[in-house]
């Protein structure tokens, strides 16, 4: 849907000052009418259910969508919009989007966490859509406007073993990409984070989401920090020393063992090692930083612009990874940039492919728009269903991702063809040690 521009160019045109006074003052006569939610999986995938929030306002035609996904939660968050926040949002000027980010955040007493920040983020997201469409330009140019004409990206490649990986490196490297995100298997292990499973783990797997029940996978962190930096002294030799590697442990190991692995992998000059502890085991960045020069990059589980602030006042990170469909939306990434801008610390927003175009295309509105811009993370590879939902995702050109120039967030949901793929129950895995003890994810 377009919609008509409303800029100061087209209101000096041939108008009167009674006119565009009139016109200055239109947006302020909007009331948010309504807040609907479509949760849909066009994927039919365990990581494929999305929650888009459409906010509509009292002016026919004028709506704006936003991604509040929260995987493993789905369901809560939608129930959580629409028993909590859309009485709060009623009759509400969806103009006043600062106004409304504190109210909906103070709103319930036992406030943050996932589920009351996604539901937040989605609608953030989707106020910043209204205004843009209303302001007539992308929302990009209401962020301060393009810093750059394109935004570098990576992909993720993998394999069961060392050369599997690498051969999944080449055919990157082939379509383009400079950086990639590298993962493999860990010895003894069937499966691990972003690997492909073995055939006993896949049907286990499946015949879990039939009974209903979480999944459960093996995982031993000792053998997989010890053969990772044979795994990246292996990739520089087959590709060498251009092409930017990236890794993600996805906290799984402990904070010693991150430790070694950070000057461990040294030699290989990872362009980052992502998320190296949990979330609980913070403070432990300040011994990793003081004996390892390895660039680190954390955030994509937390869940406001308060959340590892200090990793971020004491220089202790490289990259913020936050996820703008948990921590607050669009306003929150623009301020997190901002806070971190000062320490030299850069922006790589959490884009994996269980969130929705909608989310994409929010991510990368903000990181044209900052000066501390990174790199984004971006799914490019739609399958034909979701690209029947979402009118549009990012573009990929030769290691960069870019958007348009479209008013808002550029994009529309087809609510029809969401309807065709519902929500699909499948729990996230458990993960667990050898003795059956818990394990982080």
Request: aromatic share 8%; hydrophobic share 40%; glycine share 8%.
């Amino acid at each position: 849907m377009k919609m008509k521009r409303r800029g100061f160019m087209g209101m000096l045109a041939g108008a009167a000052l009674p006119m565009r006074t009139e016109a200055a003052r239109a947006p302020r006569h909007l009331k948010i009418q309504d807040v609907q939610v479509v949760v849909t999986n066009p994927e039919r995938s365990a990581m494929g259910n999305f929650v888009l929030v459409k906010v509509v306002t009292s002016e026919s035609g004028l709506y704006g969508w936003g991604d509040a996904t929260c995987t493993g939660s789905e369901l809560a968050v939608a129930r959580f919009i629409e028993a909590h926040m859309r009485p709060a949002l009623i009759g509400r000027d969806p103009m006043r989007i600062e106004d409304i980010w504190q109210t909906l955040f103070l709103l319930p007493y036992y406030r943050s966490g996932s589920v009351h920040m996604s539901a937040l983020s989605g609608i953030d997201m989707a106020l910043w859509d209204i205004k843009g469409k209303v302001a007539g330009l992308p929302v990009y140019e209401l962020l301060g406007g393009r810093a750059r004409s394109k935004l570098l990206t990576y992909t993720s490649v993998s394999g069961r073993d060392f050369q599997e990986a690498g051969e999944a490196a080449q055919r990157a490297r082939e379509r383009g990409y400079k950086v990639l995100k590298v993962q493999v298997r860990a010895p003894g292990m069937e499966s691990g984070y972003a690997v492909p499973p073995s055939e006993r783990q896949r049907e286990a797997t499946e015949k879990a989401h039939q009974a209903g029940v979480p999944p459960s996978e093996l995982w031993e962190p000792a053998g997989y920090v010890r053969m990772l930096p044979k795994l990246f002294e292996y990739m520089r030799q087959k590709l060498g020393d251009e092409v930017e590697l990236i890794h993600d442990v996805h906290e799984r190991i402990t904070p010693s063992q991150a430790l070694w692995l950070a000057k461990a992998l040294e030699p290989y000059n990872l362009f980052f090692l992502e998320d190296p502890v949990r979330p609980e085991h913070l403070d432990t960045f300040r011994l990793i930083r003081q004996q390892a020069a390895t660039p680190l990059a954390m955030g994509e589980v937390w869940t406001g612009q308060w959340e590892g602030l200090f990793l971020i006042t004491e220089h202790l990170i490289d990259y913020v990874r936050h996820d703008l469909c948990h921590c607050g939306g669009i306003t929150i990434g623009k301020k997190i940039a901002a806070i971190a801008e000062p320490y030299g610390i850069l922006t790589a927003w959490h884009g994996p492919s269980n969130i929705s175009p909608v989310a994409q295309m929010a991510n990368c509105h903000v990181s044209l728009s900052v000066a501390n811009f990174g790199i984004q993370e971006c799914r490019t590879n739609w399958p034909e269903a979701a690209r029947e939902v979402f009118s549009t995702a990012p573009s990929y050109s030769d290691g960069y991702v870019n958007i348009g120039d479209e008013p808002g967030l550029g994009i529309d949901v087809n609510e029809k063809a969401a309807a065709k793929y519902p929500y699909l129950a499948r729990h996230r895995p458990t993960i667990r040690r050898a003795d059956d003890s818990a394990w982080a994810y």
